[in-house]
């Protein structure tokens, strides 16, 4: 069972570049989210969608981009990198914002 | 924004020990949850609270849901080495996002 795909797994980026962190799930959730994860202040919210086509912002939105045009796939866009945005970054997928996530194995990003 | 406290940040424990660690919010929650993180992964879900008072067991993990809505508790007995990792917690009011604690990370001596 694949559950919650995320790619890549390492990225160095220089300041000013932009990427895209590529999430995927196929377990047909409705709700999916990405968190950033840094040192001594656990998980916390971007973005985050409750269905394809729709998405929210989090509490830490800037400097990120989502969008959602499949059930499946919610990639996470940095649109000029800055070495804040150093961080795991981790996606996750449930059947509705009322249950509990599954979180993919994350994203490590080194912005230089 | 919101955030959750978790106590204690880091413990060093032996082999066969009891562990109790706790979570703490300034507000009231419907949910909480514990997850586990082992190096080089993801968070994954040991267990779901959804009632005050609520305790629930998995294995050697017990979890309570504070009956004041603001707290919880996770107790391991028996340590192993492969419970060695971050527990955290996450909290979430209905209608609102999860909210995260910071982790308490656990290391088991043999």
């Known amino acids: 069972n694949a559950g919650v795909t995320q790619t890549p797994k390492f990225q160095v980026l220089k300041t000013g570049q932009s990427m895209t962190l590529q999430c995927a799930q196929d377990?047909?959730?409705?709700?999916m989210s990405w968190y950033r994860q840094d040192p001594g202040m656990g998980l916390r919210l971007i973005h985050y969608?409750?269905?394809?086509?729709?998405?929210d912002q989090g509490e830490v939105p800037n400097g990120y981009n989502v969008s959602r045009s499949t059930t499946e796939d919610f990639p996470l866009r940095l649109l000029s990198a800055a070495p804040s945005q150093t961080s795991v970054y981790f996606c996750a997928s449930s059947y509705s914002s009322r249950d509990r996530e599954h979180f993919g194995d994350g994203t490590r990003l080194s912005i230089l | 924004g919101q955030q959750l406290n978790q106590s204690p940040q880091s413990m060093f424990i032996q082999e066969g020990e009891d562990v109790s660690m706790n979570c703490t919010s300034s507000?009231?929650?419907?949910?909480w949850l514990w997850y586990k993180q082992d190096p080089g992964e993801g968070p994954v879900l040991l267990i779901a609270?959804?009632?005050?008072?609520e305790l629930t067991s998995n294995g050697r993990l017990t979890a309570q849901f504070g009956i004041t809505r603001k707290d919880s508790f996770l107790n391991i007995s028996a340590s192993i080495p492969s419970d060695v990792g971050i527990y955290f917690c996450a909290g979430r009011l209905y209608g609102q996002n999860f909210v995260f604690g910071p982790g308490t990370r656990l290391s088991v001596l043999p």
């Open positions: 969608s409750v269905g394809a086509g729709i998405t």
């Open positions: 377990m047909n959730h409705e709700y």
């Open positions: 609270l959804y009632k005050a008072g």
């Open positions: 507000s009231i929650f419907n949910t």
